[in-house]
């Protein structure tokens, strides 16, 4: 049986060394097997951040596996989009074990080997068998033709791809999304809409500083050209079945998986309170559309800010979170918070010292990912 706090303490050694740990395992893994190296983008910065977050999310739950039993299996069917083969995992393992030894030097023991190898094997099970199950009913990846592409603000886009085959997905989930300018590199969207009758998803992207994906979808993408797509990912915005009212947090483009909720909620309206921001009135891409919906709309309200600036008709100064508190949106709801990682890790803080309740706070995980 895995020792978990001797698990948590090996890790917490190992994780020191900072991006020295995934430069190591991946320079062991393809001098190995490089037959592997096809699998992975040619820039391998973000690659190496996401193994040192899934580590950190897996060791962190060591003592509940079952916890963390969904986010392993959606890695599982989502790898497969990789071309990611259970013939792989073994390969993956051996060099995982000789990076962990390396860094964790004379602290070292067959012991804390025997914990890793066990955690590991059970990681690798789980991701494997449900990849397995997934390849009988869903494509590892769709592909999907840009029908619309438009420039709003300085440095977003809204697009709308219509994928080839049928692409099922919850409001409130995301998908990973690669471009043929940047081939393997994928990045989380959610998307803005709920699911259509002519299977369109319409994706907001912002620009992101050294962005891959964000800047091939923003600069480079046109109508006709083909994206390929995730499966979809992620619970923490789905929709709860609730009574409460709603309020709703999203900075910049985090705005999209609540308008998709915005959608869905149309069909069984709760009251709905929206606050909005951005940095600047630049950030306010899709301002004109979310007018439009709060006046159609009487069960939905919208307050629109921004950080910088001086307030303006319809347009007040502040954080999404702040406003939300000083209009007393605090007691008997349910949060549903998107955007950068700052501002929900914010969020969340400031929202309890006011009263809600965390369990009624939800968020989206991926929001997490760094931008590609």
Not at 143 to 156: A, E, F, L, N, W
Not at 291 to 317: E, F, K
Request: charged share 20%.
């Amino acid at each position: 049986m895995v020792d978990a706090d001797r698990l948590k303490a090996s890790w917490g050694l190992v994780a020191a060394h900072g991006e020295q740990v995934p430069l190591f395992f991946y320079s062991r893994l393809f001098l190995a097997h490089p037959q592997v190296r096809e699998l992975f983008p040619i820039a391998m910065a973000a690659q190496r951040d996401k193994l040192v977050q899934a580590l950190g999310s897996v060791v962190s739950n060591v003592d509940n596996l079952d916890a963390v039993v969904p986010y392993l299996r959606q890695l599982g069917q989502d790898h497969r989009k990789f071309g990611a083969l259970r013939d792989h995992y073994p390969a993956v393992g051996e060099a995982l074990v000789a990076t962990l030894a390396h860094f964790s030097g004379p602290s070292w023991s067959p012991e804390i080997a025997a914990d890793w190898e066990q955690a590991y094997g059970i990681v690798a099970q789980v991701m494997a068998d449900a990849a397995d199950e997934a390849a009988h009913v869903l494509p590892a990846w769709w592909d999907g033709t840009v029908v619309s592409h438009q420039r709003v603000g300085i440095d977003t886009a809204i697009m709308t791809v219509a994928p080839h085959t049928r692409l099922d997905f919850i409001p409130g989930q995301s998908i990973t999304v690669s471009s043929p300018w940047r081939p393997r590199v994928w990045r989380y969207y959610s998307p803005a809409n709920a699911p259509r009758a002519d299977d369109t998803i319409d994706l907001h992207v912002r620009l992101a500083d050294g962005g891959l994906v964000s800047t091939a979808l923003v600069d480079l993408t046109r109508v006709g050209d083909v994206l390929r797509l995730g499966p979809p990912m992620g619970e923490g915005l789905v929709l709860r079945d609730s009574d409460r009212p709603i309020v709703m947090l999203a900075g910049g483009t985090g705005l999209a998986p609540l308008k998709a909720l915005i959608e869905q909620l149309a069909g069984q309206p709760r009251r709905t309170q929206l606050f909005w921001g951005a940095s600047d009135t630049n950030g306010l891409y899709d301002l004109t559309e979310m007018r439009r919906l709060a006046s159609t709309y009487d069960w939905l309200g919208l307050t629109v800010c921004v950080d910088n600036g001086h307030a303006q008709p319809g347009i007040q100064v502040g954080t999404p979170v702040d406003l939300a508190v000083r209009h007393g949106h605090t007691v008997g709801v349910d949060v549903y918070a998107c955007g950068p990682s700052g501002m929900i890790s914010a969020a969340r803080s400031t929202l309890v010292d006011a009263g809600v309740d965390p369990q009624s706070i939800y968020f989206d995980h991926w929001d997490e990912e760094k931008p590609q």
